[in-house]
């Protein structure tokens, strides 16, 4: 880590190669030394029966990219998703609290 006295501009680009993933999961492991996340998504493979219902038969795993990277930073990525994850949780109960209040309002 490198100590700065006075706030340095940050200039922000994408990579060359910069692409958007849509993911249906990740795993990943922390221990003292390095933190790491795997992202993949899931292809559902199926099938037509006999009746023409179409039946799951395998699904496609596809591993995109893993990303490492120190104890700090994993923890710290881990709490930024926590604090959007409760602020999500939060507004969706304010929606809900909202709803009901105002469908017990119009029955008076």
Not at 5 to 17: G, I, R, T
Not at 62 to 80: C, D, K, S, Y
């Amino acid at each position: 880590m490198v100590r700065v006295e006075k706030a340095l501009p940050v200039h922000v680009k994408k990579s060359e190669d910069f692409k958007t993933i849509c993911l249906d999961g990740v795993y990943g492991g922390l221990n003292g030394l390095s933190g790491f996340v795997g992202i993949y998504s899931d292809e559902l493979e199926q099938e037509a029966d006999d009746n023409g219902i179409m039946r799951p038969v395998s699904i496609t795993r596809t591993i995109h990219t893993e990303l490492r990277m120190n104890p700090e930073v994993w923890i710290g990525i881990a709490q930024w998703m926590q604090d959007n994850a409760e602020g999500l949780k939060k507004f969706r109960q304010d929606q809900l609290d909202k709803l009901i209040k105002e469908k017990i309002g119009s029955k008076k």
